[in-house]
């Protein structure tokens, strides 16, 4: 009997530590696990030879606008050559889609699985807000639309990361003949799982970034960015708390437009206050979630990021945008939200430094709800790949 074979069009680098990148090599694991011959194509910036683990064969090309077009040549010319029983679409391939959709339309023997970690055209006005081409903005939403429409109609399986995705796409796509599986952002908590730390350990990377007593500690984990990544509202902010607690210090770890948070951050006067790390290790990323007290997240209402699991591991006390659904849910009573302004989410923000203790029990509370939503997406993996549902 011959082995099913997967071909995984995976988004972006596979040598990325980014949740979307985790994910695709875990639904690749679980394959061969599942004695599925796996082929995993993408891109990358350095040595691969880790992907032995993950597939049976890799295209995997460096990355460059050249190596995109030269991916997506390979990917074409392997899906015509090869017989796969399953093939897995990254969101990144909405773009291209129309191209795949008529080859799988005259050879639809396999089936579709649409892995969709963002709703495209959400993100595409996200990333483009402050760009002042509204017809521009306006012709590529409504393509990302038709290329969304038309991968959801020949998806047997579409794989979302959440309700607040699927609230998005159900209003513009018929999905009554899908099968709907989530699987949540919760990759990157293995690592915090898997690393105890030493006391040792916590004392050399707190003298590394000289991260003293100082309290309360705002974390901030991502790329520097500006516009969309709430950056400056919460910079804003930090301003008015320093007033009231002299001794905060708002931590940025990552990198981006060090330049522009500079200047910011001058223009503020609050540089004493906030500590740009640069990129850092798992381990010294984990020291960092352990030693912060608060993280908050923008203002997207689909919004369930792997940072939202690992606050919740680590004791982290999250606070959230009032209409971003999924993490409200998950938070349930013990939800910190603020309505949007600079004013709503200063005042949520002195309450919760103000009754600290009591947040950071509550939220302890929750960090067992973090495995059961692992747990969910490892099955909904395991059933995509089989295509019956077996778990065992």
């Given amino acids: 009997m011959n082995k099913k074979r997967i071909l995984i069009l995976a988004n972006g680098r596979l040598d990325s530590y980014k949740a979307y990148t985790q994910n695709f090599l875990s639904i690749a694991k679980t394959a061969k696990k599942k004695g599925i011959s796996v082929t995993l194509t993408g891109l990358t910036r350095s040595n691969i030879s880790f992907l032995n683990d993950f597939a049976d064969k890799e295209i995997v090309i460096r990355k460059s606008l050249w ?101 998005i796409i159900n209003q513009r796509n018929n999905l009554d003949n899908k099968t709907i599986l989530f699987s949540y952002n919760t990759w990157g908590i293995q690592k915090h799982i898997d690393r105890p730390i030493s006391t040792d350990v916590i004392y050399n990377v707190k003298d590394k970034f000289n991260i003293n007593e100082k309290s309360p500690i705002i974390l901030y984990s991502g790329k520097i960015q500006r516009w969309i990544r709430g950056l400056e509202m919460q910079l804003r902010v930090l301003k008015k708390i320093v007033e009231i607690y002299p001794n905060a210090l708002f931590i940025i770890t990552g990198t981006g437009e060090s330049e522009w948070i500079k200047e910011y951050m001058e223009e503020l006067q609050i540089t004493q206050n906030v500590l740009l790390t640069g990129n850092v290790t798992d381990v010294e990323l984990k020291v960092i979630y352990e030693v912060s007290d608060i993280m908050i997240f923008p203002k997207v209402d689909y919004l369930l990021p792997t940072k939202f699991f690992e606050a919740l591991l680590i004791n982290v006390i999250p606070i959230v945008w009032y209409k971003s659904e999924d993490m409200v849910k998950i938070l349930g009573d013990m939800a910190i939200t603020y309505e949007g302004s600079d004013e709503s989410l200063s005042e949520t923000l002195k309450n919760v430094i103000k009754n600290i203790n009591r947040y950071r029990t509550e939220i302890n509370d929750l960090s067992s709800k973090v495995k059961q939503y692992h747990k969910i997406s490892e099955k909904s993996f395991i059933e995509a790949v089989t295509m019956n549902g077996d778990y065992q």
């Fill in 67 to 167: 190596g995109i077009i030269i991916l997506q040549v390979r990917n074409l010319i392997e899906l015509l050559s090869k017989e796969y029983d399953i093939v897995i679409f990254g969101s990144m391939y909405t773009w291209m889609f129309p191209i795949y959709y008529f080859i799988l339309k005259i050879n639809k023997n396999k089936e579709i699985i649409y892995y969709m970690q963002d709703p495209v055209p959400e993100t595409y006005l996200l990333m483009n807000v402050k760009v002042n081409k509204s017809m521009l903005n306006a012709l590529f939403y409504n393509f990302a639309i038709i290329c969304e429409k038309s991968i959801c109609s020949i998806a047997d399986i579409i794989l979302l990361p959440g309700n607040g995705y699927l609230n």
